[in-house]
């Protein structure tokens, strides 16, 4: 593969960064992973060469960094930069940052080192000679005003940028000067604490509401934003006066140019931007509006699969996108903090993982959700946290950025996997399962939970089951319940009105509620389990309204021969294992957390895996 002869120095040498070679086609020589700072991210140093000249002076932008991990950029591999940047980090050093990259041949397609390339240096002959261009140039414009778009340098006390002058504006916002300013601009990506001058051009792509808080120090309020360019993403965060000065005049989608803000280490608690760093707003920054075309992304996520979020931390914040599979009602709660009432809907997401979990929308992203019910939609959200509460689920903060069928091809490829055949896949649910000793993905058989004591610990056991229905009980399958939304307690009758203590109302009517008892059997024995509404539904194949019409018409012929038609029909249930006291009686009690018809198709697909993993040990 033939390499860009000479275009390393045309790149550290070229004076408008518009103007950089498109796409050219350079060596990987070295990789060095830098230290991360405390939850930060890995960076990468790269050495590069064009066959003529290496230079060690370039960096991976972090949203490439699964490609080291992939091995697919490595030491010898050939790449093309599709997109990169380079700016001046030192006096005399400037730094080559690669933001989108395609692997020509990988490292073992290459025998070695291609040419005999000797390091370029840090610059210093041709700083000094854009220094006497500087000069001339400064002589130059003390003499005639100074043109629109003209290309000139701009020399602070801490580095030498080539930077391009834009047409005068009337003011910057927060700022009371109205001369023209010429705009040093920076990638994300490369922006460190120790730098004090610099422009970011980038897309606001979430701004969070006010929030006001009270210390030791006394009242305040404040409020964030992220911000995304083609290297990366980052938070900002401005407080008191600075909100008074800034949030109106943020529009989130809308590009700006800010500097004279300041970076601190980026605290990963509240925050899922893959970013070392956070902004700082302060009374000197300054931000203009970006009013020219520019192609900046409108979002950057870093998704992860739902299987994989078993793996997660407790309060992680993480990126997901999945197809909604099933939606509750909105109910209404009221909060501990604030006393006050919230709306509340959770939402069933699946991926091609074969895992769904459940996430919960708030306010008014719940109410609003009501349009999408039942026409399974793709969102994505960005930053939702992780919960442990009964093993693993989401939940949407304030700060989560929430999109619903977003333009990004991670969710056309969901779609078009969905209604192709994902729709009818079996998938292990990930909520509702504990997490710790054995993963909710985790098979068992019936002989199992008595050879290995499954739920004879503090807590209870959660495992998949694969397992016939033999039998169903159908004396006390179900019971009248309270028929508000948020309330299942069983209601007592009287004089045609049904009670529910737990509310302290009295209704005209009820809903039915299954409790189900069955039998179930695999190849090592038998198991009684209970199962409540959603497993009982999926295991008779009816609704709890449908099987309480059968059963109060006294069509005694249908109600028995749903029962008849369920036995012997293969499901995978999510067990609950745990021992119970009832008058003094030790018992274990098994309970469907969910039970999913068998897709032999996926059936197989597990079964082959874990074959394989067998062959591997």
Not at 323 to 347: A, F
Not at 399 to 419: A, Q, R, T, Y
Request: proline share 4%.
């Amino acid at each position: 593969m033939a390499l860009t002869k000479n275009v390393i120095k045309q790149i550290v040498c070229c004076r408008d960064t518009d103007n950089l070679p498109p796409n050219p086609i350079v060596q990987i020589l070295g990789i060095k992973k830098l230290a991360a700072g405390p939850g930060g991210q890995d960076r990468y140093r790269l050495v590069l060469s064009d066959g003529v000249d290496f230079y060690t002076s370039a960096m991976l932008g972090t949203q490439l960094n699964d490609m080291v991990h992939d091995d697919m950029v490595e030491v010898k591999a050939v790449i093309q930069m599709n997109r990169y940047t380079c700016n001046v980090v030192q006096k005399t050093r400037k730094i080559i940052v690669v933001l989108e990259l395609t692997v020509l041949q990988k490292a073992a397609e290459v025998e070695g080192k291609i040419g005999e390339p000797t390091q370029l240096s840090d610059l210093v002959e041709e700083q000094a000679q854009m220094k006497a261009v500087i000069k001339q140039e400064s002589v130059d414009n003390n003499n005639q005003p100074p043109k629109p778009y003209s290309n000139s340098f701009k020399k602070t006390s801490n580095s030498i940028a080539y930077t391009k002058q834009p047409p005068p504006k009337q003011s910057f916002y927060g700022s009371n000067t109205s001369q023209t300013t010429t705009k040093n601009v920076f990638p994300i990506s490369s922006l460190t604490p120790y730098q004090n001058r610099w422009t970011i051009q980038a897309r606001v792509t979430n701004k969070a509401a006010i929030r006001h808080y009270s210390n030791a120090k006394g009242q305040g309020k404040l409020f964030s934003f992220d911000l995304v360019d083609q290297s990366g993403e980052i938070r900002a965060t401005g407080f008191n006066e600075v909100v008074d000065k800034y949030y109106d005049m943020l529009e989130q989608g809308k590009v700006y140019y800010i500097t004279k803000a300041s970076l601190k280490p980026a605290n990963k608690q509240y925050s899922s931007l893959r970013n070392d760093y956070e902004m700082s707003l302060n009374n000197d920054t300054i931000i203009e509006l970006c009013e020219e075309a520019c192609d900046l992304p409108q979002l950057q996520f870093n998704f992860k699969r739902i299987k994989d979020i078993e793996q997660v931390n407790k309060d992680s914040l993480i990126d997901v996108i999945g197809v909604v599979k099933s939606t509750t009602d909105v109910t209404q709660i009221t909060t501990r903090t604030t006393n006050k009432q919230v709306s509340k809907r959770e939402v069933t997401l699946v991926d091609q993982s074969g895992a769904a979990i459940n996430a919960t929308l708030w306010g008014g992203e719940a109410e609003n959700f009501e349009e999408y019910v039942g026409k399974n939609p793709v969102i994505a959200i960005k930053g939702a946290k992780v919960s442990d509460f009964g093993g693993r689920s989401l939940s949407i903060l304030g700060s989560s950025v929430f999109h619903i069928n977003p333009d990004v091809p991670e969710s056309h490829e969901l779609k078009g996997w969905f209604d192709n055949g994902g729709a009818s896949e079996q998938t292990a649910s990930l909520s509702g399962q504990r997490m710790d000793g054995m993963s909710g993905g985790v098979y068992k058989t019936i002989a199992q939970i008595k050879d290995e004591n499954l739920g004879m610990g503090e807590k209870a056991d959660y495992f998949n089951l694969r397992a016939y229905c033999v039998f169903s009980k159908k004396e006390n399958c179900m019971y009248q319940a309270c028929p508000s939304a948020e309330c299942n307690k069983k209601v007592t009758e009287d004089n045609g009105q049904y009670r529910c203590e737990k509310c302290d109302r009295t209704y005209p009517d009820f809903k039915y509620r299954m409790i189900l008892s069955s039998n179930i059997s695999d190849f090592t024995g038998n198991q009684w389990i209970t199962s409540f509404q959603e497993s009982a539904e999926v295991i008779l194949g009816v609704t709890a309204e449908q099987l309480g019409n059968y059963k109060d018409s006294e069509d005694q012929e249908k109600f028995e021969s749903i029962f008849k038609e369920a036995a012997f029909k293969p499901f995978v249930f999510k067990i609950r294992a745990k021992m119970e006291s009832y008058q003094d009686d030790v018992r274990l009690k098994c309970s469907s957390v969910s039970a999913m018809p068998m897709n032999f198709k996926q059936e197989s697909k597990r079964l082959i895996e874990e074959i394989k993993k067998l062959e591997m040990c």
